[in-house]
């Protein structure tokens, strides 16, 4: 039981992190760029939108390495769902942190079926794409010194991909939405399927 509340603060305070670090990065575009970095401006899909995607996934695959698996010593299928349930209240810390932000949220003002979709969509992001680093990681599928790259291709792409159709907002690409979150977790379910005696 104390495992799984240090995972729930890890998760909270990994997406925490990333959010700080995003806010420097928007300080930083000020500073040097002349650029304002607001809560519009990730309705497009540009650098900073991209960045802000590796700094999560990053944040989440350290997370996992680092702590979940160093400091508590989690393995195996046990990193797998430890890491699901770092990615779960990482998205749930995301949501929180949108909605006290945005004053039509807050005031229950715009909570229509594409926000909430939205937002539903959002947890099951950071839930599955730190599912899917974990399962690489616990599979061992790459090594060498370039393995935590390959591993965050992924999640990346895949954070990227989910932007990029959300920033759309039409019926067809919350289908698309849908599928590409199926995936990620069906191809998590395989690696851990097919590498289930190999876990580490």
């Known amino acids: ?13 990994t997406a925490l992190a990333a959010v700080i670090a ?10 040097f760029w002349q650029r ?21 996934e990053g944040f989440k695959y350290l997370a996992i390495v680092s702590i979940l698996r160093k400091k508590i010593n989690l393995q195996g299928i046990k990193l797998c769902l430890g ?20 004053e039509n949220l807050a005031g229950g003002r715009a909570l229509a079926p594409g926000v909430i979709f939205s937002l539903v969509t959002v947890v099951l992001l950071q839930s599955l794409t730190t599912l899917l680093a974990a ?8 090594s060498g010194k370039l393995s935590a790259l390959k591993i965050l291709f992924f999640p990346v792409l895949i954070h990227l991909l989910y932007n990029f159709l959300v920033i759309q907002k039409s019926n067809f690409t919350n289908w698309l939405v849908g599928i590409v979150l199926g995936i990620t977790f069906a191809v998590s379910l395989g690696i851990i399927a097919f590498n289930f005696r190999q876990l580490d």
């Open 22 to 31: 995003e806010q420097l990065l928007a300080v930083l575009a000020n500073i």
């Open 135 to 142: 399962s690489m990681i616990a599979s061992r599928i790459f």
């Open 36 to 56: 304002e970095i607001i809560f519009d401006f990730y309705g497009q899909l540009g650098i900073f939108l991209v960045i802000a995607a590796v700094i999560e």
């Open 1 to 13: 039981m104390t495992k799984l509340i240090k995972i729930i603060l890890i998760g909270i305070l």
């Open 83 to 102: 890491s699901l349930t770092l990615g779960l209240f990482f998205g749930l810390t995301e949501i929180f942190l949108i909605y006290i932000s945005n």
